[in-house]
């Protein structure tokens, strides 16, 4: 994983300029895009991009999407000395523990799986 590969204040430091880049970029194609397509009261795919971002939500969704990067993740992005968790949403935090068992339950499964596969190896 490229979280591995680089501590976190380099990747950030590599990462903000293009994320803003591109989010710039989006905001012009949505600013041109007004007149065709109406959705008021709902927040811009930018401005919610940016606040994915501002907020920490966005390392917390990339780890729901990769559950085998969860770990490096975690503790690279979301760990807080703590205080990662209470830094999440109530809606956030009431998903965790389903969230938590779904992956457990695939862990046991997979886990099963290869012992069938592969029986010597285990």
């Not at 390392?59 to 993740?73: G, L």
Request: proline fraction near 4%.
């Amino acid at each position: 994983m490229w979280l591995k590969r680089c501590v976190m204040g380099e990747f950030v430091t590599l990462y903000e300029p293009r994320m803003e880049q591109f989010l710039r970029a989006l905001e012009r194609v949505e600013i041109e895009m007004a007149s065709e397509v109406k959705q008021p009261g709902r927040p811009s795919l930018s401005a919610r991009m940016r606040d994915s971002w501002r907020t920490g939500r966005f390392w917390f969704d990339y780890a729901a999407r990769k559950s085998f990067d969860v770990d490096t993740i975690y503790w690279a992005a979301l760990h807080n000395d703590g205080a990662g968790v209470e830094l999440l949403d109530d809606k956030a935090r009431a998903e965790m523990e389903p969230f938590t068992q779904i992956k457990m339950e695939q862990l046991k499964t997979y886990k099963e799986e290869c012992t069938v596969r592969f029986p010597s190896e285990m």
